[in-house]
């Protein structure tokens, strides 16, 4: 029997484009027992299945080193909370030591920048000591290229002996070849003059490229801290500490760190919860809007489950700790989008296959950019012409607004899902909804509430309401039938007093009898009242008929030999199941329902929501048949259900979502989750998925754009007809700007608002 692939992630360091994650996936990728290796960019992350006994983590890091870099280590056994808040301080220190960096460039730019200005003016060069101008120049681009840009070479040079090219390549063979030509040219200026080159230096030009890459790079590093706001938001509600009950009664406040399972926690009005656990004792309305995107507060009471990170609004109560650390809801939540933020779109592929080959194709690019110049320009001025050319092209080339475009927009969407409630499993549900044409509803869980509501209570006009309905209830609290429970749930919500009831006896299949109050009372269908020759009026049979036709279950209520009232149940349409279809449709979306109820249910659920198109009688085994008939129709189809039995239908789906209060197993089988048992959420995903596409299709497109458009400007292009030549520097500007954008344009995606 062959081993279960297992999944795990790692930390990459030292990444700086598209073209370095490439390099890392393919190392990974050609380790023996690997399946698959995706590398994200933005994330820094790689995700890779693997067979244990063929591979492990050992060997994973040992592939990474061998592409150039490393693996940072992951402390085991902390929470989604911990881990962020480590990871946050790493970037925070990077971003510290990038801005040294980047002022220590700006800085000495600024010098020379103005002191290299002087070489413009023939009549100030007449004045100048030029070898003592140019020595000084080199003294102060020197600490630039040494401290400021000293990454960039070394990242280069570590990627030459691994035989691959980044973007650090093509900005360390821009830079690096301006400030050579420039140390020739001071420290030997006669060997451009005796061939009839003018030995000119291009210090600012080196100075200034590395500055504005750094301010690029200072920029992007912010912007990409901010993908991942959503997430951070959520960890930061996550309380710090916990008032603990002794056994003794004793109450003590301790670190959210030293609570184990199967303590008591007592939570006041207004205080964090601070883990999983089940009510003990008392009862509250909690605020889950940072789970669900719920804005009402939930009502829970002893037996209830509560989460970690919610807010208790009013009453105080006890729970009992089920779980902690990693295996509570809101870190299930945070590695759920962690997962997705690290999945690849098949959107990505295209810029991925680009990226791969990208760097070599601008060096060859500039290669024949220099050659071209320097067979054509004039001889005095054709090296310096060649070389100007051939640093423009390299540094105006940058595949980080490649590598940018896609992941940034999933890291922020799936962030804002989950703000929202929908969680989305990985980037390909995310990208599949945006094709959705048809969204199929299981009905019973989904459209419905899941249980039998009471939704008449009809008597005789001889028959006072209140007294019956104490008499019903007291009889249907003895049975465990889901229709009695619903009964009794009705008769709490009247506040009728509720007397005691012997005698109880379950007819299978028709009711049940029992004594209250000395008398005999009957509660199910019509066969039970017949059996014990109790007759029953021409006016409750039309009653009954009535309920009947609006496809609800008829309890008929007897009291000694007299039939006296009736009892309309039915699964209830959620309030606002019939606004989400609505919404749907509006979106230009086909919504059909699926349900296994009768063909009359069915249509009177159908016509309350507004839908106009639905399958009765479908066998839990059918379902999955019944979404491939769909899609044979050349349909897209997204399938919504909850329970077990839809399980089949959902991995059949192109797009499955599984509403939150349904069954693991539908969740599992789902590429998106709802954590509220609510349609609403599936506009919200649908709506969400529509605006990342875009985004991302934007972002593409000004990646793709700005490389057509600026590498042949930067060759020049533009000189034959204009005389014009893009200076190395406006290149660099132009460079750090296109990641910028690509990364502005995805944070867009934060102001995504689901419509209401």
Not at 64 to 84: L, T
Not at 161 to 184: E, K, P, Q, V
Request: proline share 5%.
């Amino acid at each position: 029997m062959s081993p279960t692939p297992e999944t795990t992630t790692l930390d990459i360091e030292g990444m700086s484009c598209a073209a370095c994650a490439s390099a890392v996936e393919k190392s990974l990728a050609r380790t023996p027992g690997v399946q698959s290796a995706v590398v994200n960019f933005a994330t820094e992350k790689a995700t890779v299945q693997f067979l244990p006994g063929q591979a492990s983590p050992a060997t994973l890091k040992q592939a990474v080193e061998n592409a150039g870099y490393a693996v940072a280590e992951r402390a085991p056994d902390i929470s989604a909370a911990e881990r962020s808040a480590a990871i946050d301080q790493q970037k925070a220190e990077a971003y510290q030591q990038l801005k040294r960096r980047f002022w220590v460039a700006a800085g000495l730019a600024a010098l020379i920048m103005p002191l290299s200005m002087l070489m413009l003016w023939p009549a100030l060069m007449m004045r100048v000591n030029m070898p003592l101008l140019n020595g000084a120049l080199l003294l102060l681009t020197l600490p630039v290229l040494l401290y400021s840009g000293r990454d960039f070479y070394r990242s280069a040079w570590n990627s030459l002996l691994h035989r691959a090219a980044t973007m650090d390549t093509l900005i360390a063979l821009g830079t690096g070849a301006a400030f050579l030509y420039s140390l020739a040219a001071t420290l030997a200026p006669g060997f451009f003059t005796s061939r009839g080159l003018r030995p000119d230096v291009y210090y600012d030009t080196t100075a200034t490229i590395i500055a504005l890459i750094l301010l690029g790079k200072v920029l992007e590093l912010r912007a990409k801290t901010q993908t991942s706001a959503a997430m951070r938001a959520l960890l930061g509600l996550q309380a710090k500490t916990a008032r603990l009950v002794r056994p003794n009664g004793q109450e003590l406040d301790v670190p959210i760190e030293q609570v184990q399972p199967g303590d008591i926690i007592l939570v006041r009005p207004g205080e964090k919860i601070a883990t999983d656990g089940l009510i003990v004792e008392g009862q509250s309305a909690i605020d889950e809007a940072m789970l669900t995107g719920e804005s009402l507060p939930v009502a829970k009471k002893t037996g209830d489950a509560v989460f970690g990170a919610t807010l208790n609004k009013t009453g105080s109560f006890r729970f009992r700790v089920t779980k902690i650390g990693a295996d509570t809801l809101l870190s299930q939540i945070v590695k759920l989008v962690e997962d997705a933020q690290g999945s690849r779109a098949p959107i990505q592929r295209l810029a991925d296959k680009v990226s791969a080959v990208f760097v070599p194709t601008v060096v060859v690019i500039a290669l024949v950019t220099f050659g071209l110049w320097f067979s054509l320009a004039p001889v005095s001025t054709r090296l310096p012409l060649a070389l100007v050319n051939f640093v423009a092209v390299l540094i105006i080339a940058c595949p980080c607004a490649l590598g940018l475009a896609t992941p940034t927009a999933i890291m922020v969407s799936t962030g804002k899902g989950a703000e929202y409630g929908v969680l989305i499993r990985n980037a390909e549900a995310l990208e599949k909804a945006y094709q959705v044409t048809t969204v199929l509803l299981d009905k019973t869980g989904t459209i419905t509430q899941g249980e039998p509501s009471v939704t008449d209570f009809w008597t005789m006009p001889s028959q006072a309401a209140g007294p019956l309905l104490a008499l019903v209830a007291a009889v249907e609290r003895q049975s465990e039938h889901p229709l009695a429970a619903a009964v009794v749930r009705y008769a709490e919500t009247q506040q009728v007093q509720i007397p005691s009831a012997t005698e109880f006896r379950a007819e299978e299949g028709r009711g049940a009898v029992a004594t209250v109050a000395g008398h005999a009372v009957f509660i199910g269908n019509q066969r039970l009242l017949t059996e014990a020759g109790v007759a029953i009026s021409p006016e409750i049979q039309t009653e009954a008929g009535r309920l009947q036709a609006q496809a609800k279950t008829v309890l008929y209520v007897a009291v000694g030999r007299e039939a006296v009232g009736l009892i309309g149940v039915a699964d209830t349409v959620r309030e606002s199941s019939a606004a989400a279809i609505g919404q749907l449709s509006r979106m230009g979306l086909d919504v059909v329902m699926m349900t296994g109820d009768n063909p009359q249910t069915a249509a009177a659920v159908a016509a309350q929501v507004g839908i106009t198109r639905y399958f009765a009688e479908v066998l839990p085994q059918d379902k999955a048949a019944q979404v491939q008939a769909l899609q044979a129709e050349g349909r897209v189809v997204a399938m919504v259900g909850d329970g077990i039995n839809d399980a089949p239908a959902l991995a059949q789906a192109d797009v499955s979502l599984a509403m939150g209060a349904g069954t693991d197993v539908a969740m599992e089988a789902a590429g998106i989750t709802l954590m509220r048992s609510d349609l609403q959420g599936v506009v919200t995903a649908i709506e969400l998925s529509r605006q990342t596409i875009r985004t991302i299709r934007q972002n593409l497109f000004f990646a793709f754009v700005y490389n057509i458009l600026g590498i042949p400007i930067a060759a020049g292009a533009l000189y034959p007809l204009f005389g014009v030549l893009l200076s190395p520097m406006l290149a660099a500007g132009a460079m750090a700007l296109s990641s910028v954008s690509v990364l502005t344009n995805s944070l867009r995606l934060r102001g995504f608002r689901p419509n209401p």
